[in-house]
């Protein structure tokens, strides 16, 4: 088998199962911050069209099994309107949380024999946290995100009222 095959079927399994996992781990920071400090229901969507669905008390649990096929985008929603610095806390924990989970395979890829995995995770999770992060509305050339605030930008917008 060639060299480069093992290292492909590691990024492809990355895209796969550890992306959207990374996903789904920063849009629940989101709302366990929302379920600690707002009432009403909260929901999780990866994917752009959830098919599996699952309630855990006041938290929705939306997943598209295919949201390979548009880069996994995450939202997560609340029925009550956060303000302040309660909003503020909500929308700064996911980038947070993706720098937490970014440092965690990082341990975990200097220890690993085999680490392209954990690395292709690291760089997902770095990128993900820096693109969350920075106050921006997402452009038109991201379809999932168009128009939509950032977690930053959100932070800020909230921290101004």
């Known amino acids: 088998m060639p060299d480069f095959l093992p290292i492909a079927f590691a990024l492809l399994f990355a895209y796969v199962v550890l992306v959207p996992a990374l996903v789904l781990a920063h849009e629940l920071a989101h ?3 929302g379920l600690a400090l707002l009432p009403g229901e909260l929901r999780v969507t990866i994917g752009t069209d959830p098919r599996w669905e699952a309630t855990l008390g006041r938290l929705e ?11 996994w985008p995450g939202f997560y929603r609340s ?5 302040g610095y309660r909003g503020a806390a909500i929308a700064l924990i996911g980038p947070i949380s ?3 989970f970014a440092a965690g395979l ?13 690395r292709a995770g690291v760089y997902w999770a770095f990128v ?15 379809p999932a995100y168009s128009g939509h605030p950032s977690d930053g930008k959100r932070t800020i917008r909230y921290l101004r009222e």
């Not at 649990?61 to 880069?71: K, L, M």
């Not at 029925?79 to 303000?83: F, K, L, N, S, V």
């Not at 693109?131 to 050339?141: I, K, M």
């Open 106 to 118: 990082l341990g975990t890829a200097s220890i690993a024999t085999d680490a392209v995995v954990c």
């Open 128 to 142: 993900q946290a820096v693109a969350t992060a920075v106050p921006v509305t997402y452009p038109d050339w991201l």
């Open 31 to 33: 709302a366990a911050m």
């Open 61 to 71: 649990i939306r997943v598209d099994p295919a949201g390979w096929r548009s880069w």
């Open 98 to 100: 993706s720098l937490g």
């Open 79 to 83: 029925a009550a309107t956060p303000a």
